[in-house]
């Protein structure tokens, strides 16, 4: 059964931080590339961050420098650390494999006041 539950979200100021976090069944984390999106309202789901089974990272211009992007195998977690937030981080937040399979989680609000 595929299942990502994601959590960790908030209300946060601008400048602040969050750590998310996605628990993920085996059969959609074991070894397969991990994703972080967003979705803020009105507008299409991005991608955010990515991490390999081998943990090379990427990430999104938007965010570099100032989210970090982990996962624990024996957890099938993965993780995501933004500091330094701003306004326009507020979105819905959602983690999958990258690329992402059709079936996604209910995702964690992330709401930065400036």
């Known amino acids: 059964q595929v299942q990502l539950v994601e959590s960790g979200g908030g209300l946060v100021q601008a400048g602040g931080s969050l750590s998310l976090s996605c628990a993920a069944s085996g059969s959609i984390f074991s070894g397969n590339v991990m994703g972080w999106y967003r979705q803020a309202p009105g507008n299409q789901r991005d991608w955010v961050a990515g991490i390999t089974a081998g943990r090379n990272v990427s990430y999104a211009h938007s965010v570099k420098g100032r989210f970090s992007i982990s996962r624990d195998d024996t957890r099938n977690m993965v993780f995501l650390q933004m500091n330094s937030l701003e306004p326009d981080d507020t979105a819905v937040y959602f983690c999958?494999?990258?690329?992402?399979?059709?079936?996604w989680g209910q995702g964690t609000q992330v709401t930065v006041s400036s």
């Open positions: 999958n494999q990258l690329p992402p399979l059709p079936t």
